[in-house]
């Protein structure tokens, strides 16, 4: 049996931790705040809850194989059953059109892109499908495979190392800037420049064709906490309110974590958080940086007369706002959650009104939160590494590192962010570590 110290009490940290446990490792996990969830903590205030960050998942599978390889199924954890969203978002342009984006069938995104000009259908699923052997690829003998940058198989190199950017993919592929947003959307919301993320990054637009998105009934916590219920189930020894200081490394192999309240030993390390708040490690990711949360913005609203949106509207132009509708709420009351990325120069609510939602008299209860309050919060960005050009895949960290029994999970171990690419990561590392 190993001494396991997982550090960071995340979506990653969890599931590393859950998946360790199971595999009969002693495990200890250390989280500097008073409470596990990571991003995945709401916000709460007079009554109203928002998912903090992420409302909605691609690959349900890679969740449900989490709690089913470590204890009872997902669905009989939560008591419920995920719902797979109708539209995953609606893009409204400055020219007034309107684009509705379903998911989990190329014959509806087929419809809908018709809609908006005749023949885009045709353009958008013959895009899509240029990533089926991508996906492919990538999933066999990257994603679910462990991994080192120095010894990639030879058709993950091939992708990995293409320079083609999704910028020039999408500029290539269509003539309408429209669909440019929409198929660049999901980068630009994470803050990322389209120049700077690889053409096989935008596989996304697959996964949500053929998987959907889904969402937890009540929020996106709720998951969260089933999963720290099940680290209790699992025996896992969670210290919460101590902050991890740094690592200790003899040899080239970690021996310790260096918390507040003292030296832990280990023998295996699972870093579930930025890499840079490791002095000992820092150097190695010293080629990167983290991609910054948004502007946001919390609102309890009265709703009365409140339109009717679906759980995410994006506004494109400068800035680009994002409207989700899924937190919960008192009895006539809804719960939006505002986002802002770009050139936000006045209130995130005067620009939202400016494209014809106009929601400051509903407005009840309201919690702001910049960039760097978010970040301050989570100790480093739930986004990940932000994309400067190819290299950047082979310059982070995770799952296996230069030294030895150490280990990276989370959004900085991962080609991109999101559930599904933090739930394999943390896959990937108990492969790694394997049995006790």
């Known amino acids: 049996m190993s001494r396991v110290v997982v550090i960071g009490g995340g979506y990653g940290g969890m599931a590393s931790a859950a998946r360790l446990a199971k595999l009969g490792h002693e495990v200890t996990?250390?989280?500097?705040?008073?409470?596990?969830?990571?991003?995945?903590?709401?916000?709460?205030?007079?009554?109203?809850?928002?998912?903090?960050?992420?409302?909605?998942?691609?690959?349900?599978?890679?969740?449900?194989?989490?709690?089913?390889?470590?204890?009872?199924?997902l669905e009989a954890e939560l008591g419920t059953e995920l719902?797979?969203?109708?539209?995953?978002?609606?893009?409204?342009?400055?020219?007034?059109?309107?684009?509705?984006?379903p998911g989990g069938s190329r014959a509806a995104q087929l419809a809908a892109f018709d809609a908006l000009h005749p023949g885009a259908g045709r353009q958008w699923v013959d895009h899509v499908a240029s990533y089926t052997d991508v996906w492919e690829t990538l999933r066999r003998h990257y994603l679910e495979r462990p991994w080192t940058p120095d010894a990639l198989p030879r058709e993950v190199a091939a992708i990995l190392d293409s320079r083609e950017t999704l910028h020039k993919r999408l500029r290539r592929t269509f003539r309408d800037e429209r669909l440019r947003m929409v198929a660049g959307h999901p980068f630009v919301a994470d803050g990322h420049d389209l120049r700077n993320v690889p053409a096989w990054a935008g596989v996304s637009a697959y996964l949500e064709q053929r998987f959907d998105a889904w969402t937890v009934p009540g929020g996106m916590h709720v998951l969260a906490a089933a999963l720290a219920k099940r680290l209790l189930t699992r025996g896992v020894r969670i210290v919460l309110d101590s902050e991890v200081r740094d690592l200790v490394v003899e040899a080239g192999r970690v021996r310790a974590v260096v918390t507040g309240m003292g030296p832990v030993d280990a023998d295996v390390v699972v870093?579930?958080?930025?890499?840079?708040r490791l002095p000992a490690i820092a150097r190695l990711v010293e080629r990167t940086m983290p991609a910054i949360p948004p502007q946001v913005s919390f609102v309890g609203l009265d709703a009365t007369g409140l339109p009717e949106l679906p759980a995410e509207v994006v506004l494109h132009g400068e800035p680009t706002l994002v409207v989700r509708t899924g937190g919960t709420a008192p009895p006539g009351h809804a719960a939006w959650t505002l986002q802002g990325r770009g050139r936000l120069s006045e209130d995130i609510g005067v620009a939202l009104a400016r494209h014809g939602i106009d929601v400051r008299s509903h407005v009840v209860t309201r919690v702001d939160r910049s960039p760097r309050e978010l970040v301050e919060a989570w100790h480093g960005s739930p986004l990940g590494v932000l994309w400067q050009g190819r290299g950047t895949v082979r310059r982070r960290l995770g799952p296996r590192t230069p030294v030895e029994g150490l280990y990276v999970a989370g959004a900085h171990g991962t080609p991109g962010s999101g559930l599904p690419y933090v739930g394999l990561s943390a896959a990937l590392v108990a492969q790694c570590v394997g049995p006790a």
């Open 271 to 276: 870093c579930a958080i930025d890499p840079r």
């Open 83 to 101: 719902v797979a969203l109708d539209v995953i978002r609606e893009h409204r342009f400055v020219d007034d059109s309107v684009l509705r984006l």
């Open 29 to 73: 996990l250390v989280e500097h705040a008073t409470s596990l969830g990571g991003a995945l903590e709401p916000v709460t205030q007079d009554g109203f809850t928002w998912d903090a960050s992420a409302t909605s998942m691609l690959l349900p599978a890679v969740a449900r194989d989490l709690f089913r390889k470590s204890g009872r199924t």
